[in-house]
């Protein structure tokens, strides 16, 4: 965790902050080009070109407004301390086992990523796999009942024999196989989410920046457009959804599972001494244990899956919704989720 | 003697025990702490007030400063006579009194939430004799709908337990043979051997038992995290569409905030109330005895009977455990489908909030499709 967050603050603090400043003097260039074109216009007697140049003068003009705007924008996203605003909303799950460093004053990539892996390696994932394995190995070492009956006994080749051997992995292995299956596709998909918001900081500074380049010549406005929407779709709007969602989900697994102990004490013993002691001496103590851990893996079972398939969903139905709608407002109409699918 | 008034002492405490306490078993309810307050607010008041007094003010206030802003260009516009700064100010106003009209129409169209909502149980308890909680505010709505859906999947986990158990039953049964080998040579007879086509048959109905779970499970955190989160798709919806830009966008949040956070419980609820009626499910109950019971006469007992081991009545256990299984599975999926059929509605009211918004995401664009 701590190395992931390293890495991703030794990369803001260099190459993602030297984009902006790159792209402010390409822009200026471009200015200083397209003046001499316009200087020089005239003397070959191309008017016509003087007036085409003075519109892309304009353009390249209003592009070094908006990479000076992107470019607060990204020093402020960077910069800004979001975990602070998400804690106030119950967003951010403040009580940690030792050992994990919950990112005070984060920024929105760190607590993105905080969350995601928060949720994978102690929350409501890793506990689901944990429980899941653990049935699983007990199953499969025990426990084992096999009844045999012999008409004369000790003889098996002459009479009659009747002969039953049951294991809980029998009865029951098949339905853990398919939660193991699910949760080993639900890994999967957290994965790529791991991978696009470590990527999110560059894809936001590279492909912004070259779009606000593109923007600036007529034949690549629409690409440009779609570039900024596609930057800021995955590079603000996708952490941000992350950070909010995953946040949730945390806060509200910790009270599940602060609720599973005590639910199983409570079917195993009753709410009383009395109540124990009955269900020690007529021994539904075990059954109704086995039965509430059933029922309340189960239920975490049910909440990873709906948070592992629901939430990735979700998220990227916004994202393609914000790069849709924000690439027609800054040029081209660009389907994110086509785009995958295609890809797929 | 210290043993025996020992015994006696547990003895007496067993009988107290047994005479003052009743066992029941309370199964994990994820439903109260979700709704009961347990859990803390995400997006303010919002996600935990039935009225949605605080949106109007919030909203009010974002469309007063846009308006503000808008204003002032107006006034440069005037002043430098720039035509095209005062056509764009006029719009941009008149969009900002549209917006406003929005937010009175969701504010006032969620406020009256319960009512509708209250209205549709009503209908349906006047259609069919439900045994669902009423519905007081939107928290109840969700908490009834999580109930009886988290309700339904215990139920499944019961049967299949139940079913686990059965197999296991009916694996001895078919185990029992008779042996004839006085010298390591001879023949063995296993007469109950095709009990083993039942415990295959009963294995497969395991697949669509869990299916349902699943979905029930699914659809139970589903709609905490639409009641905990959506509601922010609402304030950065009505913010979105204030500026030209992002107008687009905020009206997409908005028909998904419509679509999943008003509508979606509100169908989950008034299929369940006719699912879950004592009434609808003993209707579904006497079609498919009916209909197995045509089954059983015309193919099981004419074809099995004669064919397999007519002396042991093959057919009809065969066919009654078919029976029991459809019944069981009939039951979930009915629920089952209740979900899937909200969610294609909610889909389709996506893009029709999308054409009314101007949502260019969502107009036509097959949300459905591409979530498929």
């Not at chain 1, 592009?63 to 909303?89: D, H, K, R, Y």
């Not at chain 1, 009844?147 to 049951?166: D, R, Y």
């Not at chain 1, 999110?200 to 629409?222: D, Q, W």
Request: with cysteine.
């Amino acid at each position: 965790m701590q190395e992931c967050v390293n890495s991703i603050n030794n990369f803001l603090t260099a190459p993602y902050t030297a984009w902006f400043p790159i792209t402010l003097i390409a822009a200026t260039l471009i200015i200083v080009i397209l003046a001499v074109v316009y200087l020089l216009a005239p003397l070959v007697g191309r008017d016509d070109i003087k007036r085409n140049i003075s519109i892309m003068i304009y353009q390249t003009l209003f592009s070094i407004v908006l990479i000076l705007g992107f470019g607060m924008f990204a020093t402020w996203l960077c910069s800004f301390n979001v975990e602070g605003p998400l804690q106030n909303l119950n967003l951010i799950l403040v009580n940690i086992p030792p050992g994990v460093h919950i990112p005070y004053g984060g920024n929105l990539y760190e607590t993105a990523l905080y969350d995601l892996y928060w949720f994978t390696n102690y929350g409501a994932l890793a506990n689901t796999n944990f429980f899941l394995s653990l049935i699983y190995y007990l199953l499969n070492i025990g426990p084992q009942l096999s009844l045999e009956i012999n008409f004369i006994p000790g003889v098996q080749t002459l009479g009659f024999s009747a002969k039953g051997s049951f294991s809980l992995s029998n009865v029951l292995g098949s339905y853990i196989g398919y939660i193991n299956d699910a949760i080993s596709w639900l890994f999967i998909v957290n994965d790529l989410q791991f991978i696009i918001i470590s990527a999110a900081p560059i894809i936001f500074a590279i492909f912004v920046s070259m779009g606000l380049i593109a923007r600036i010549f007529g034949f690549s406005r629409s690409f440009g457009g779609s570039l900024i929407a596609l930057g800021v779709g995955i590079g603000f709007v996708y952490p941000l959804m992350v950070s909010i969602t995953y946040g949730f989900i945390n806060v509200a697994y910790s009270q599940l599972i602060a609720n599973m102990l005590p639910n199983v004490a409570a079917n195993t013993f009753g709410a009383s001494i009395q109540s124990a002691l009955v269900s020690l001496l007529t021994g539904k103590a075990l059954p109704n244990a086995i039965l509430s851990s059933i029922y309340d893996i189960i239920n975490i079972a049910g909440f990873t899956a709906t948070a592992s398939l629901i939430l990735p969903l979700l998220n990227f139905i916004v994202v393609n919704t914000f790069v849709l709608d924000f690439s027609q407002a800054f040029g081209e109409r660009l389907d994110f989720m086509s785009l995958l699918t295609s890809i797929i | 003697m210290i043993k025996r008034i020992i015994l006696l002492v547990i003895l007496a405490t067993l009988i107290l025990a047994r005479t003052s306490y009743a066992q029941t078993q309370t199964l994990p309810d994820p439903c109260n702490s979700l709704y009961s307050g347990a859990l803390q607010s995400t997006f303010g008041a919002l996600s935990t007030a039935s009225t949605y007094k605080g949106l109007i003010g919030y909203s009010m206030l974002i469309i007063l400063s846009v308006l503000m802003i808008v204003a002032f260009l107006y006034a440069i516009g005037m002043a430098f006579k720039i035509n095209s700064l005062i056509s764009f100010s006029r719009n941009e106003i008149l969009e900002n009194v549209l917006n406003f009209i929005l937010i009175l129409f969701v504010a006032g169209g969620i406020a009256g939430i319960d009512g509708v909502v209250i209205g549709i149980a009503q209908f349906g308890a006047s259609v069919v004799s439900t045994n669902q909680p009423s519905i007081t505010n939107t928290a109840s709505l969700y908490h009834s709908a999580c109930e009886y859906y988290y309700g339904d999947a215990l139920g499944e986990i019961s049967n299949l337990i139940s079913l686990a158990v059965e197999i296991f039953e009916i694996s001895i049964a078919s185990s029992i043979q008779f042996n004839l080998m006085p010298n390591g040579f001879g023949v063995i007879f296993k007469p109950f051997a095709w009990l083993n086509l039942i415990s295959k048959m009963a294995g497969s109905f395991s697949v669509p038992i869990v299916a349902i779970t699943g979905i029930e499970l699914v659809n139970v955190y589903l709609l905490a995290i639409i009641y905990y989160i959506f509601p922010l798709f609402l304030y950065l919806g009505i913010l979105f569409r204030t500026f030209p830009w992002t107008r687009a966008i905020g009206g997409a949040l908005l028909g998904l905030f419509i679509s999943f956070y008003v509508f979606y419980p509100a169908l989950i609820y008034a299929i369940s109330s006719i699912t879950a009626s004592s009434s609808m499910q003993t209707f579904a109950q006497s079609t498919i005895a009916n209909l197995a019971s045509g089954l059983n006469a015309n193919f099981f007992t004419s074809a099995l009977t004669s064919s397999i081991n007519p002396g042991l009545s093959v057919s009809s256990v065969l066919s009654n455990s078919i029976i029991a299984y459809v019944e069981t599975i009939a039951i979930g999926g009915i629920n089952t489908i209740g979900i899937l059929i909200s969610l294609v509605i909610c889909f389709d009211l996506i893009e029709a909030f999308g054409d009314l918004l101007g949502a260019p995401s969502l107009t036509h664009g097959g949300v459905l499709k591409k979530v498929i």
